[in-house]
């Protein structure tokens, strides 16, 4: 008899321990690069689809983004899975149209040495980052 009722005074006990905030988790060194990447700048409204002629290349940053720098703009696609994003990795990019790529789209992962599918980056929408204006 004593044992339930020392069970249940335990569990009562764990019920009233005061709940402690989740303190915030430190930035992974993805989200450092990114956020170093992207200081001073400021998010503009996002967009379904970016013009990526020119061949200037995306860039990916390890489990967090993947960014494309057009002219003094920064286009940030966060993708529908950052875990995902492996920066050793290739990326094969599967587009829908010849000169822009949309959410629609979607990136192929293939390892640097045999060559295989490793995983598929699901896009979202691309957030442009523009410089602060500085006067007035």
């Known amino acids: 008899m004593l044992k339930p009722l020392a069970l249940a005074t335990a569990a009562f006990g764990m019920l009233a321990a005061p709940v402690h905030a989740e303190e915030p988790a430190e930035p992974t ?3 450092a690069k990114l956020a170093k990447m992207l200081e001073g700048r400021v998010a503009g409204e996002p967009q379904r689809c970016i013009n990526t002629y020119g061949g200037r290349a995306l860039n990916q940053i390890d489990g967090t983004a993947i960014t494309y720098r057009q002219g003094s703009t920064i286009w940030v696609n ?3 899975n950052p875990e995902s994003i492996d920066d050793s990795e290739i990326m094969v990019i599967k587009r829908f149209s010849g000169s822009s790529l949309c959410r629609t789209d979607h ?22 980052y523009r410089k ?4 007035g």
Request: glycine share 10%; charged share 30%.
């Open 29 to 31: 060194r993805g989200e």
């Open 78 to 80: 966060y993708t529908r």
């Open 107 to 128: 990136i192929d992962l293939v390892s640097r040495s045999g060559h295989f599918l490793t995983g598929v980056i699901f896009l979202d929408e691309f957030v442009p």
């Open 132 to 135: 602060v204006d500085s006067e």
